[in-house]
C-alpha cells in the first residue's frame, strides 16, 4: 500500500449519563465522560490517523450515538456496535445499521455472561449467521474460560470474519500462559479469526506492569497468527487504568522493533483497514 494508514482498531467513548455502564466500579476513575476531542489530541501526538470506535454498552441506541459521532469528526473510520444476537428481527435492526457507510461490525460483551458458552447456548448462531451474510465482522470480546467455544462458533459460521479483542485476556499480572495459549493455538489455525494487541495494559498489574511483563504475550500472538492477522488497538479509555495512551503504543513498537516494517505497517494499520473495510 503506497500510504500507510496507522489505524486505532480499538477505542471508545462514552458519556456517563447516557447509557447503563453498570459494568465500571462506582468509584472507578474511568467513570466519567470520555470524548472525541479528548482523544483526539492523544492520537495527534502518537501519529494515528483513524479509529475505530468499539461499543461499551449492550445497547442499539448506543451504537446510533457512536454512528453519529462518526459522522463528524474525520479522525473516526468505523463503528463496531451491538444487537441483540438473538433477536428474532435482528435482521430488520442490520438493515437500519447498514445504513450508515460507517456501521462495520458487531460485538457482544461476552466476557460478562454467567455461561461461557452463552453464545452457542443462546441460540446466538443463529446472530452471527446474519453477521456473517452481510460481510460484517464480529469482536470476540472473550476471557480464557470463553476462548474453548471459539472453534465451535467457527465451526458452525465457517464465513464469519472475526477478531479475538485483548488477545483474550490472559492473565498477565499472575504471568498465566495455560490454558489460554493451548486454546489460542487453536483460534488461531482458524484463516478468518483475527487478533487485537490490546487491553494488555489492563490484564497486567496496574500499579507496575513493565514491557517485560507483555512481551512473551505479543511473542505468542505474532508466532500464532503471523503478521497479517493481528492489530494494535489502545482500548483506551480503558487503557487509562494502566497507563497513558502513548505508553500502549510505544511499549507495541519496542515490543515489535525487530520486525520490517512492511510488518510494522500491518499491525499498525494496514490489517485493521482491509478488516473492517476502511
Known amino acids: 500500500m503506497s500510504n500507510t494508514i496507522y489505524i486505532d482498531s480499538h477505542q471508545h467513548f462514552w458519556e456517563i449519563n447516557r447509557f447503563d455502564y453498570s459494568w465500571m466500579d462506582k468509584n472507578s476513575p474511568i467513570r466519567k465522560d470520555f470524548m472525541p476531542k479528548d482523544l483526539e489530541k492523544l492520537i495527534n501526538e502518537n501519529s494515528i490517523d483513524k479509529t475505530i470506535i468499539v461499543q461499551a454498552v449492550p445497547s442499539i441506541q448506543e451504537t446510533f450515538w457512536l454512528l453519529e459521532i462518526a459522522e463528524q469528526y474525520e479522525f473516526i473510520a468505523g463503528v463496531v456496535g451491538w444487537v441483540d444476537l438473538t433477536d428474532k428481527n435482528i435482521d430488520d435492526k442490520l438493515n437500519k445499521l447498514q445504513d450508515n457507510p460507517y456501521f462495520k461490525g458487531i460485538r457482544h460483551l461476552w466476557e460478562t455472561d454467567d455461561d461461557p458458552g452463552w453464545i452457542i447456548n443462546s441460540g446466538g448462531i443463529r446472530g452471527l449467521e446474519s453477521i456473517a451474510e452481510r460481510n460484517l465482522t464480529f469482536d470476540f470480546l472473550a476471557r480464557p474460560k470463553n476462548l474453548i467455544y471459539i472453534p465451535r462458533i467457527m465451526r458452525l459460521v465457517p464465513n464469519l470474519r472475526a477478531v479475538l479483542d485483548h488477545i ?17 493455538r487453536k483460534i488461531s489455525s482458524i484463516d478468518n479469526v483475527f487478533c487485537k494487541l490490546s487491553g494488555m495494559i489492563t490484564e497486567a498489574n496496574h500499579a507496575d506492569w513493565n514491557v517485560d511483563d507483555l512481551r512473551p504475550y ?41 520486525l520490517d516494517t512492511p510488518s510494522k505497517n500491518k499491525i499498525f494499520g494496514e490489517n485493521a483497514q482491509s478488516f473492517y473495510k476502511i
Open 218 to 258: 505479543v511473542h505468542h500472538v505474532l508466532s500464532l497468527f503471523g503478521v497479517d492477522r493481528v492489530m494494535f488497538g489502545s482500548d483506551w479509555p480503558v487503557s487509562t487504568l494502566a497507563g497513558e495512551y502513548n505508553q500502549v503504543k510505544k511499549s507495541f513498537e519496542e515490543i515489535l522493533i525487530e
Open 168 to 184: 483474550g485476556k490472559p492473565e498477565i499480572s499472575t504471568k498465566k500462559f495455560q490454558p489460554w495459549l493451548n486454546d489460542l
